[in-house]
């Protein structure tokens, strides 16, 4: 439910300065994958979107496999705008918080395809989750910095790469307003918490989802709150 069908996407890039974007969680046929795709070759580094740990979670055992491997950013913090030898590629890391504060994403300008993380994917939204470090705010701006680099593709965190960057990111963009109005209109009409509104909104969702729901709701009410359009009083939203 959280990852979708595929799970999640790691890409190795081959070649001088062998590289892999995401860890997995080092299950052992992905670590036999990695070693396939090196053919012998050592995996000089690791560069992680963010610290989820579906993303992150691996780094034990791809260093257990491959002990000289460099991973990032938890031996360097990344800069950004830094540009980082990786495989034959020099990519640009990208600083787009919002899914998570920690958040990057990596620039290949030459092809200009981006490793996008988890800003957008195929079929389905992302959740910012607003008690855990997520900013419904930063996450549209991070949407808006990929879109203006006009990329040709994106290379997500989930599902299949992506071949109409603007069309999906202004979907996405989209998504998020008329979400902000149904959080309004739910307001409005009497439901006071992230509980209730969420009910409002998406009426019935799997338990396993419903938090992941609530979080997101939240995100938007603490967005909406920022631009001074509701306000919390004694546990209760409301409109302004």
């Not at 791809?62 to 590629?89: C, K, M, N």
């Not at 958040?103 to 200009?112: G, L, S, T, V």
């Not at 470090?133 to 599902?159: E, K, N, T, V």
């Amino acid at each position: 439910m959280w990852t979708g069908p595929t799970g999640t996407n790691t890409y190795l890039l081959p070649g001088t300065n062998a590289a892999l974007i995401d860890a997995g969680v080092g299950n052992p046929e992905h670590l036999a994958s990695i070693a396939a795709g090196l053919s012998g070759r050592p995996l000089a580094l690791v560069l992680l979107t963010h610290s989820h740990s579906d993303h992150a979670s691996g780094v034990p055992a791809v260093l257990g496999r491959w002990p000289d491997t460099i991973v990032r950013p938890a031996t360097q913090a990344f800069t950004d705008g830094e540009r980082i030898a990786a495989g034959d590629r020099t990519l640009t890391a990208l600083y787009t918080p919002g899914h998570a504060p920690d958040h990057y994403a990596f620039f290949d300008e030459e092809r200009r395809e981006v490793f996008s993380g988890d800003l957008v994917r195929m079929g389905g939204t992302v959740v910012v989750p607003g008690s855990r470090g997520g900013d419904l705010r930063a996450y549209l701006q991070s949407l808006a910095r990929i879109r203006d680099l006009a990329p040709r593709r994106l290379w997500p965190g989930h599902g299949p790469a992506i071949e109409s960057p603007e069309k999906l990111i202004a979907e996405y963009i989209a998504h998020r307003q008329t979400r902000d109005a149904q959080i309004v209109a739910a307001l409005r009409g009497g439901q006071v918490t992230p509980a209730a509104i969420t009910t409002a909104v998406y009426g019935f969702l799997p338990p396993a989802l419903l938090p992941a729901a609530e979080d997101s709701v939240l995100a938007h009410l603490k967005k909406l709150l920022d631009e001074g359009r509701v306000v919390l009083e004694e546990g209760s939203w409301r409109v302004v």
